[in-house]
């Protein structure tokens, strides 16, 4: 067993080994994640090892971008007409070139474990070895064992969820759910671009959203009905969960004739920045009536800055790294919401953030103070081994494990999923054994938690079924 | 000697051992904390385990809640009508079976090291031995050796100081003082509920304050006088220090004319929100003036939003865990404060913060920085061992050891002082012990150093005596 | 080889040991300071130990005053007739009797490495050695070795950076190119007193760049033209960077017609406060502008509150250790800038903090998104081992670490240079060395990226030249 992320000293390093053997086999939850569901539905074999790895990962070509290598020579789509690496291999030289960039990052760590324990590739990446490592995975790629469902089910994944906007017509679901291969592949209702009058072609697709479920979007009522018909759609494709990608965590509770009026002045092409923010605010205290009603848990992730780089998001487009974090207030944000529901155990929330410095202030004395709300693993630029083990840190004094939702990986990169989570089960077994190791938990206790960490937690959080 | 908290690297761990073992024995001294001064005055034996440990304590209740157990469940008093749960075994059964909860928590150290170190029972608490537990602490309760003043000696308290209203009468401390027992145990003058334009019922208050003094809170002149008046009688219970419960750090020197018009205004139920808050500002400068004068040591607590969870202060009222910390700004806040006191050696304001992302930023500047300041340990949420190591690693290289005031327990659990006081040692004695192995301090200055920290400074910076 | 600042795990200390003997006798490269250009240029000997050591280092007085002492009594020279004392040894006895303070910070060990390791001086200060330490000190700075041209050179220094006004004549640089010794100091273009309009005698500092330069700085056009000449004749004087020490890290592009119209408000003497912020957020952009043509690199010092003891700035006057931290924001303060230059590979922006909450979330994020952003070393309250360690555990994971600058020791204290990159080495050592041991970074690479980091790196990152 690699001894890779366990604290270095000896006493510790024994007792992580120990509870990381625990954890280790445990079924991968995949509770939420941005999977292609068509990946698996067509069981297609994947492309060459660039397209595969390189081109669609924004944490590998936002780094080259800032050492100032534009990521077209990367091979990202560009929409502006600037140029285009076409060819596989050569992006692949130009990234392994730069490799020395990511030593300390997550991205390093994911790409060299995948490439082992996936691919069982072990030769070193370098600009020397870029041509015999791409054809060492080119060549796997190539064999039915690296086919989408066969890494699925070698990856141990028992449950996966994708995420999807309501106007999604969940044909890949259906597909996957008809064929009778049996991965458990779910949904998750993302309403972002239904919701957020700020987003490009909101009123059309407010539109559309009418013409799909049947109901006049023209009113705020028949708009409700519609998400909450959508919902239900969703949850028969088998949707556990909601998520909720805002500027800011501000919920609010308009009166439904303040929100009636404020959504006619959207659709109107009335409403400025300001209307926008408060109708998004309004909309998580309105999901989380629905949420009450239908079960489905809820997900917020607040505080990313969209398309902050205006060259990049002009040259390329959307979620290709140029995307920023900002600070995050939450308790007076949430405290509308947490009025509301905050103590009722119906009411699911799991608040993730992209600002540590809210872990120890706000979001463990919330968590650790109201039953609707779940801590969210450290997420995006916060996905690391280092803020792992300090969100640990700073979180389990006031809010315990009990109010943490478990690792998620919330990655498009299908092949760096078991890393990602065994990653996140090494470094909780570092923490516990820590624990251990200064006598503040038998080690039985700790045996009992990492398991849970693991597998329970968020499987029991995300209602994914009992997990005994 | 138990490892308990000790770093696991055996080198460290040696040298925190001797560091620790220099402090262990030290007398305890409790500059600031709510127990109740008529616990010692009458000196009854406890109430059973349930009522002792778990109803008043909003930790462990608060806990249970975030997982949907209700707090009348658990004993805590409702003001609903609600049922609240009369048995105390019944308690303390709920209670145990959540006991997993609190793994990781400064609770579960302190619950377990206080039945182990105060109570001698060291079986394990868990669902299957919640009785046998109960029974054990419930025996030892009947005995005299745990009576409030037995314990008291056997826990080395040198001195315990309990937080009063300036309308509190200081009776209990009179039957103290009376009876000759001979235990240390002063008071604390706590004005908030007099200084806090919303605090229900202000007005009435600042009226029982002149009826208290015989001076005319009608007037501010006057209201200035009842306040010097009941802090001399504070300082004749010993009281040797203030404290302000203040939503934020915010000072302002208004002249006499602005102040006495905005009290007068409040008097006549008029001041709004910011009036409340620039009278508070106001007040903490004019509490600073009165300490030049009569030398009692200011004590700032600000950042706590009081009574956030709105269902649970609706339902069981005021100090049960509905409380949660806010961002807190310190710099600009305290600058009309600094400008007009800050360089003056005779006051002293020792500020705390429950927003620990300000430790390295503002408040070991500005204690590194001005003669007055003084930065109080890590509280509430805060007071925790992961926070006391993070407090020294984030203020000492700017504020160094003595510009911190020592160890404070601020707990009503006077069982738990012990063992606070010795989780917030060995945190120390482990950090020291860091310097010491990386050679950053020689063994003999840590030595003294953990002295001081334990025993020597909070004694001097809170003018409780000379500390030889 | 000491093993100071190493971590105390023996595995990791002998990687860590190993690390660092690569690092340790690499040419110290000082791409920003306050060294005084003269001292060199002069080269004439210290004065006593006090006078070098004491009396100029506000981290130094600072401390002292924290608890009570007078700059004055120390040797800080005032401005307002308060006593100064005048005689070294007084100074260096009243400093020793209150070097405890010191304990646990940069200060200390500076100090120390500095006695031990530029003066041969082993004995430990204390009250009762503080005679014989300042004998062996001024033994030492009487003999030729100890000028500062010899300290120079012994302490292996490839490049010294100093900081001068655009007003300054640049004559200590000349004098130094003039007489052949061939010591590389360079200066540093530092505009905030020509850029600033709440500056003291902005105005008339403007006028004086006119006539330095025989530009029409009565006109924004000639401000701007003679801003560039200064540049080119700081660039003849060897400068490769630019230095801005703003309030905030606000950026604006106003418009030519709008910054001419602002500019001659502010020579009239009509400029108020947001009128003097957003002047110096539009010159950060003219200046990023002026840096594409002329290559300059340009250092971004936001955050510092000058002159917050007003008692201290009005007895003392400026930089004597009265300056605090505040709150600082860069995501949206940089925006205007990042919109504009932030992809051009030819700007250089090396920004800096006071603040350590934004390391994870703003700018660690910014730095690894954009081409022109680098990360500068933690900076004056955080330049201590615990904060650098700190900042590559924050900053790595997300910008890596080739998006950060290497270390600034930023001093005045020309003896404390070598201690000082010592320390970052060291600590740098120590982070590399836990990558190690955790099998997340072979050794190799880990031996590539300390040298990088001590000198490769600030080499390149400056412009200093090539670093093979």
Chains 1, 2, 3 share one sequence.
């Not at 006493?11 to 280790?24: D, K, N, P, V, W």
């Not at 700020?198 to 705020?220: C, I, K, N, P």
């Not at 390329?316 to 974090?325: A, E, N, S, T």
């Amino acid at each position: 067993m690699s001894d890779l992320l366990f604290p270095a000293e000896p006493g510790q390093r024994s007792i992580a080994r120990e509870l990381y053997g625990l954890a280790r086999d445990q079924p991968l939850i995949s509770p939420h994640g941005h999977v292609d569901p068509a990946l698996l539905a067509d069981d297609e074999p994947f492309p060459d090892p660039a397209r595969l790895i390189i081109v669609p990962d924004h944490y590998l070509t936002r780094m080259l971008l800032s050492q100032g290598i534009p990521p077209g020579r990367l091979g990202v789509p560009s929409r502006d007409g600037s140029p285009v690496e076409a060819d596989g291999r050569a992006i692949w030289r130009l990234f392994a070139e730069h490799w020395h960039l990511f030593r300390g990052t997550p991205s390093r760590l994911w790409l060299e474990q995948s490439l082992s324990s996936v691919f069982g590739v072990t030769t070193r990446l370098s600009p020397a070895t870029a041509d015999s490592v791409y054809d060492e995975v080119a060549a796997r790629l190539a064999e039915p064992a690296f086919r989408p469902r066969a890494l699925f089910e070698r990856f141990n994944i028992e449950v996966l969820a994708t995420t999807e906007s309501p106007l999604d017509d969940l044909a890949a679901h259906a597909k996957l759910a008809a064929d009778g291969w049996g991965g458990r592949v779910i949904s998750t209702f993302r309403p972002d671009d239904v919701v957020d009058m700020e987003f490009e072609g909101w009123a059309s697709r407010v539109g559309q959203l009418g013409e799909l479920t049947g109901e006049d979007t023209g009113t705020y009522k028949g708009y409700l009905a519609a998400l909450r018909s959508r919902r239900e759609a969703f949850i028969a494709a088998g949707a556990t969960s909601s998520d909720h990608g805002h500027p800011t965590a501000r919920t609010l509770c308009l009166s439904p004739v303040e929100a009636a009026s404020l959504f006619a002045r959207g659709l109107r092409g009335e409403a400025d920045a300001a209307d926008a923010e408060t109708f998004r605010a309004h909309m998580l205290v309105e999901f989380a009536r629905m949420s009450i009603e239908d079960g489905l848990v809820m997900q917020l992730h607040p505080g990313a800055v969209r398309n902050h780089n205006r060259w990049l998001h002009a040259a390329h487009g959307r979620d290709v790294g140029g995307d920023l974090p900002q600070a995050t207030e939450y308790l007076h944000a949430l405290t509308p919401l947490l009025d509301a529901y905050g103590n009722d155990p119906r009411l699911r929330v799991v608040v993730y953030t992209l600002d540590e410095y809210t872990f120890s202030r706000e979001l463990a004395p919330i968590a650790g103070g109201y039953a609707a709300i779940y801590l969210g693993a450290p997420w995006w630029f916060l996905d690391s081994p280092e803020v792992l083990r300090r969100f640990r840190e700073a979180v389990t004094e006031s809010a315990g494990f009990y109010n943490t939702a478990g690792f998620v990986d919330d990655t498009r990169a299908f092949c760096s999923i078991p890393v990602r989570h065994d990653v996140a089960r090494r470094v909780d077994a570092g923490f516990l054994a820590r624990l251990v190791a200064e006598h503040r938990l038998p080690f039985d206790e700790a045996a009992e938690t990492i398991v849970d960490l693991a597998y329970r937690l968020p499987k029991r959080v995300f209602r994914l079924g009992d997990a005994a």
